[in-house]
């Protein structure tokens, strides 16, 4: 049988998401960690000595450039994912860009074309719809475990601070919750139930003019609702319930890197399933896009590019309703 095509990792931006992927990727299938790019060259051999990358660029152009590069780990803070990954993606790479994907619709549509135009793989790293439970929460949801799910709430929250984090409670990096971890229920929300027809949200922002605490319904043709929260300055339980017709799955603290699920079910004993997660989980997103990349696929049909576009719309609209904008959008989303 022929050896499978081993995809040759390059990683842009030095960070901590980028320190946990670098940790991770060993454990995916048949890749190779070739490259790190870094604004500073210090920061890329620091790096690159830690994880033994044999390549390693002063400037994320340099990178780009690297002709043995297969696919790009974008992991620079969220703004810069628009231009990150459209220059990714016009150097021939493939891209796996973190989440939120973009900013916004408007950013979102740009990089997606960018894909189209340039016939290349893009995906955004919802890593967690990659984790063993989420692959058996659909496989449950696929047989109809709990008959039609009717409700989902789902929180995301913790406590952070100005001082201690500065690009979540900056407005010029796109801080807030919504966008860095509210993004997960509002994930979860769709692969279970779809886009929502109506939403309610409410924030508080701070006195950094972020949103620190989000709270959103969603509301289904079907007649189903989502609760969803998110929050970086107030810990919340971090737990995910969905009530269907005919039972209940729980997905404990912390279901979005969750190695448990709990069915419960009218008449029955309660059933735990536990599926531990190797490392930080984040190589079970780098074999789906080796998986996509050996079979040609441009995108992958777990985290399609359409699914991302419509979340940014999502996140767009929940916005709209805090009239909340970043200072680089040139008007209210
Ligand atoms: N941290 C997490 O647990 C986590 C989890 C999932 C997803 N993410 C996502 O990953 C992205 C990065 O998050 P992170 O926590 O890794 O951020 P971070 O620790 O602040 O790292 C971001 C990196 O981006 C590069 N960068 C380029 N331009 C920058 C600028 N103007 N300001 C600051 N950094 C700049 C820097 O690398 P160089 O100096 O080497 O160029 C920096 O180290 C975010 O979109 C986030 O939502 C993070």
Known sequence: MAAKRSIRWGILATGEIA?????????????????????????????????????????????????????????????????????????????LCEKPFAVNAAEARRMIAAARQHRRFCMEAMWTRFLPVHVRLRELLGQGAIGQVQMLTADFG???????????????????????????????????????SRIIAQACIGPTGVD???????????????????????????????????????????WWRGEKIILSRPDREDEVIELPIVGNGLHYEADEVARCLRKGLRQSRIMPLAETLKIARTMDRIRRQWKLSYPFESHLI
């Open 212 to 254: 620190e605490r989000a709270a959103m319904i969603f509301r289904y043709g079907t007649g189903a609702l989502a609760l969803l929260s998110s929050a970086i300055a107030t810990a919340t339980p971090q737990e995910a319930i969905l009530c269907g017709s005919e039972g209940r799955i729980r997905l404990p603290r912390p």
């Open 19 to 95: 320190h946990q992927f670098a940790a991770d990727l060993p454990a995916a299938d048949g890749a190779e960690l070739l490259a790190v790019g870094s604004r500073e060259l210090a920061k890329a051999e620091k790096f690159a000595g830690q994880f033994k990358i044999p390549r390693c660029y002063n400037s994320y152009d340099k990178l780009l450039a690297d002709k043995d590069i297969d696919a790009i780990y974008v992991a620079t803070p969220h703004p810069l994912h628009v231009e990150n990954t459209i220059a990714a993606l016009q150097a021939g790479k493939a891209v």
């Open 158 to 196: 913790f406590a952070s601070s100005p001082e201690k984090e500065d690009r979540l409670f900056n407005p010029a990096m796109a801080g807030g919750s919504l966008l860095d971890v509210g993004v997960y229920p509002i994930a979860l929300s769709f692969m279970v139930l779809g886009p929502p």
